[in-house]
């Protein structure tokens, strides 16, 4: 099991300033009219409202924005704030996945056999977001953007616990369809999770301001992957075993030579990416692999 990140994970690692600063009136405003909208319970359109107001310059980039939220909104209406903007959806997919370029969302390949760019799933995983399904961090303004990827990793802990104790699909099951959906539905999370945790590694050395984020931050965060990648990757190679039998079981219930020869073909490709390195295909995440 996962252990939780430390107590002091979330608490701010620059030095205070010795007065905060006067929220600006336009700011005030916009934040303001934002937590009126998230409490309606619209969050994207207080997304919206937050980055418009963001693209007409309001909030510069060296402004102390996490204080300011803090300030006009109190501590809980600052952090459903920030939720909103750490869950926004990727403006290039839905929720992780997008139409297949090389089968063209068929799932075969043009040889035959599972499409390898898919994994034979029709979608693949975004390129943009990662397979997150959530926005890149680029699209937040830089004084928030430490505060959302935090939110990102506590979230992407909190499900990765859930999905760790979430039963394997039955390989064995009636409905071997459905247990087919299951298995890739599966392993779809299981990597979304694993794209949330190497986003937020990468966002924090490249897209925050080094005045931003003390190394401690740094391994903290790196920490908490480093906890989490070895359990993700595990049990996304028991998932990819499950769809192997699948595909197995599958090929005996076949009724032509072809459709037997497709599942033999999958269940081989399944198996095979099971015991072998993820390198070059859309499971791989490099950067929070190396820190297995």
């Known amino acids: 099991m996962i252990a939780p990140p430390n107590e002091h994970f979330d608490t701010p690692q620059t030095p205070a300033p010795r007065a905060a600063a006067p929220v600006p009136e336009a700011v005030q405003h916009l934040l303001t009219q ?13 997304v919206r409202q937050f980055l418009q107001g963001a693209s007409h310059g309001l909030l510069r980039d060296d402004a102390p924005l996490t204080q300011w939220l803090t300030q006009v909104a109190g501590k809980d209406r ?10 926004h959806p990727c403006f290039y997919c839905q929720h992780g996945y997008a139409l297949c370029e ?40 830089v004084g928030l953007r430490r505060a959302v990827v935090l939110a990102r990793v506590r979230l992407a802990i909190a499900k990765t616990r859930t999905l760790l104790d979430q039963p394997l699909p039955a390989a064995d099951s009636q409905d071997l369809q459905q247990a087919g959906h299951a298995s890739a539905a599966l392993l779809a999370a299981l990597n979304r999770s694993m794209g949330v945790l190497e986003n937020a590694l990468v966002a924090l050395k490249e897209s925050i301001p080094a005045r931003l984020v003390t190394p401690e931050t740094t391994a903290k965060v790196a920490e908490a992957c480093a906890r989490a990648a070895p359990l993700l990757d595990a049990r996304m190679r028991q998932v990819l075993h499950v769809m192997a039998q699948v595909a197995s079981r599958q090929g005996l219930n076949a009724s032509t030579d072809a459709a037997r020869e497709d599942a033999r073909r999958a269940g081989a490709f399944y198996e095979r990416l099971a015991q072998d390195s993820f390198a070059q ?7 929070i692999h190396r820190l297995k």
């Open 34 to 46: 934002v937590v009126a909208v998230l409490e309606k319970g619209d969050r994207e359109e207080a």
């Open 78 to 87: 600052a952090a459903r704030v920030i939720e909103a903007l750490a869950v």
């Open 102 to 141: 090389v089968c063209g969302g068929s799932r075969r390949s043009t040889l035959g056999g599972v499409c390898e760019q898919c994994l034979g799933l029709g979608q693949s995983f975004c390129d943009f977001c990662n397979g997150s399904g959530w926005a890149a961090i680029d699209f937040v303004p």
């Open 281 to 287: 295909t859309k499971l791989e995440h490099p950067f």
